[in-house]
């Protein structure tokens, strides 16, 4: 979902940031076959995790059905399509919704919690899904 400063910068916001399907779909089959948790779906990119308004607009966006924010999504899909350069992404929950940010993040940091698993998963599924296109 566009509601990004950068992606705006290269063509009109009604043009869609979208994954490349087959990128999606040999991802999806990596995960299934690495038994790897998932899901796909609606990922918000936008320019600011911090604001005053912040659980106001995460819990209107979620009763939306979008799964998850980030900052860079929008941007890569919609220059990579421009650019005709297949893209995917996959992103690693970090802080789960309505939970305490700091605390989330500083067990990150640390090196605990499922986050850290959830990184390695996302590298493995990755080169899986990225070797299994080019056998």
């Known amino acids: 979902m566009r509601d990004d400063g950068a992606s705006k910068a290269y ?3 009604i043009y869609p940031a979208v994954a490349d399907s087959a990128l999606l779909a040999a991802c999806e089959k990596a995960a299934q076959k690495l038994g790897f948790a998932f899901h ?3 990922a918000r990119s936008h320019d600011s995790f911090y604001t005053d308004r912040e659980e106001e ?3 209107y966006w979620s009763q939306k059905g979008v799964l998850g ?9 919609v220059i990579g399509r421009l650019r005709q350069i297949r893209c995917m992404s996959i992103l690693n929950n970090v802080v789960a919704y309505q939970a305490d940010t700091a605390d989330a993040i500083g067990s990150y940091a640390g090196g605990e919690d499922a986050a850290m698993r959830g990184e390695e998963h996302e590298i493995v599924t990755a080169l899986e899904a990225l070797t ?3 056998a």
Not at 69 to 77: F, G, N, P, Q, V
């Open 57 to 59: 607009i995460d819990a």
């Open 40 to 42: 796909t779906g609606i």
């Open 69 to 77: 924010c980030d900052m860079e999504t929008a941007a890569l899909y």
């Open 132 to 134: 299994s296109l080019s």
């Open 11 to 13: 063509i009109d916001p």
